[in-house]
């Protein structure tokens, strides 16, 4: 019995380090290339697993060395593969990531082995979510496969988190299938239609997605922190004042985090500060899965009621 199943992409990072961010037909010198695992699906298993909860990994790599090397490293975070199914015909995914010197980041994927996970790899989860608390999704794999996964999740009435990254299309009949819904401001805009750049404008989206059946908003804001919406009330959570190196799964952590708490049987804004922590501290170390904090160094920083690190 799982705490949470995650369904999603993993893929091998490609990371350089710049001063600045080339302009368009610009060349620059970066720092030597980091291969570092990571992937949205992967990152956010991790990150799960490291605060303490039984995960299991759904997903595809290649037949290569980057792919074992990322089933390994999920294995060594004390994630359950057995679901990471090996496909000899493809590579393993990549993700080809600059950071500059403010920890911004930029990040192209190649689906790969990703983009080939397929309807019968998830048609066996009716064998094991019932008793998971958690079902978690993002979008790096095809969206077929993400939304018979959420009805089987719906068929089995486990709770569904989703992070719509990258940005898709989104039928209201699938969205009113998912209890969590976290995403930035970018993909709130594409899903509301409103433009995302305030907090003010964040609650506005945040009111009109509910309306299209979601139970749980929830908007990230980077260093404004984030938004969380329901029925009963809609309220901004400051972030934690951070000076970050790298921003690479910042999101992903914060994603785990508020799902960590939510399981820990915290209340809503109070999962929302955990997934602050989470993502804060992220930020201050280089690296995707390499920076991903464990849970007594996330519950120190929640408890400490610190606003900055």
Do not use: W
């Not at 298993?45 to 790599?61: D, S, T």
């Not at 294995?75 to 593969?81: A, H, K, L, P, R």
């Not at 908003?217 to 190196?245: R, W």
């Amino acid at each position: 019995m799982q705490d949470i199943i995650v369904v999603g992409s993993l893929n091998m990072d490609l990371v350089v380090h710049v001063q600045k961010m080339p302009e368009l037909g610009e060349t620059v010198r970066g720092s030597d290339l980091l291969t570092i695992p990571g992937g949205k699906g992967a990152n956010q298993a991790a990150a799960a697993a490291k605060l303490g909860n039984k995960v299991m990994m759904v997903g595809r790599v290649g037949g290569d060395s980057f792919g074992a090397i990322l089933k390994q490293n999920l294995i060594d975070m004390g994630v359950n593969t057995d679901k990471v199914f090996v496909d000899e015909a493809v590579s393993t995914g990549t993700a080809v990531i600059t950071v500059d010197d403010q920890g911004n980041n930029s990040i192209v994927i190649s689906a790969a082995a990703n983009g080939r996970t397929c309807l019968a790899d998830v048609e066996d989860l009716a064998d094991i979510l019932p008793g998971t608390k958690i079902l978690l999704l993002q979008l790096e794999i095809p969206l077929d496969v993400v939304a018979r996964a959420i009805e089987l999740a719906d068929q089995y009435k486990v709770p569904v988190a989703l992070n719509p990254s990258p940005i898709a299309d989104l039928s209201r009949e699938l969205l009113q299938k998912v209890k969590y819904l976290i995403l930035n401001e970018i993909e709130a805009k594409s899903i509301s239609g409103i433009d995302v750049n305030n907090i003010e404008s964040s609650r506005l989206a945040a009111q009109r997605i509910l309306g299209m059946g979601v139970d749980n908003v929830i908007i990230t804001l980077g260093e404004h922190g984030a938004v969380f919406a329901n029925k009963a009330i809609t309220e901004h959570v400051p972030a934690i004042n951070v000076k970050p190196v790298d921003t690479t799964a910042s999101g992903d952590s914060f994603t785990a985090g508020f799902v960590s708490g939510v399981l820990k049987g915290f209340s809503m804004l109070d999962a929302v500060r955990f997934g602050n922590c989470a993502g804060a501290l992220t930020a201050t170390k280089n690296g995707a899965q390499t920076s991903l904090p464990d849970f007594i160094t996330v519950n120190d920083l929640y408890s400490s009621g610190k606003t900055e690190i």
